[in-house]
């Protein structure tokens, strides 16, 4: 295992969380974020695990930590989007037709968004500039 490498962490803390040993869990999680503080889905995993095995303040501040970079990262979506809208309305007025291809490169900046960032369910729907329905979803 690369010493530095925090994904292999975050692999050993899954592979110990669902073996059933939460301090195995605990201790690979934290080297994680030692090795690699933008991991902050293993924040939400350590929030659960302290939560789990009793402790009080361990869970409340990756919690803390969590939310916040969840709505950091969430603000820095909107902006990017933001970015990208107004360009696009434009460009779909002057287009035509061609406009669902910028509006679907749109869409899926929002599912990559989605998939990189979100651990638990979601569903994403949207509507096409030709009222057509779409929708992608993350499965349990």
């Known amino acids: 295992m690369y010493p530095n490498g925090g994904q292999a962490y975050a692999d ?3 592979a110990w969380t669902r073996k059933g040993d939460a301090p195995e869990a605990i201790a690979a999680y934290e080297r994680t974020l030692l090795c ?11 929030f659960e ?12 501040s990756h919690l803390t930590i969590f939310k916040a970079t969840e709505a950091r990262e969430h603000a820095k979506f909107q902006e990017g989007l933001a970015a990208k809208a107004t360009p696009v ?5 002057s287009r035509g037709s061609g406009a669902i291809m910028v509006f679907l490169e749109i869409a899926s900046y929002a599912v990559r968004f989605l998939k990189k960032h979100l651990q638990k369910p979601w569903l994403c729907v949207f509507l096409t500039p ?5 929708a992608v979803r993350r499965p349990n």
């Open 12 to 14: 050993l803390g899954k």
């Open 36 to 46: 690699d503080p933008t991991q902050n889905n293993i924040h939400y995993r350590l």
């Open 49 to 60: 695990l302290y939560r789990k095995t009793g402790h009080t303040v361990q869970p409340q």
């Open 89 to 93: 309305a434009k460009w779909m007025t």
């Open 130 to 134: 030709g009222r057509q329905l779409g």
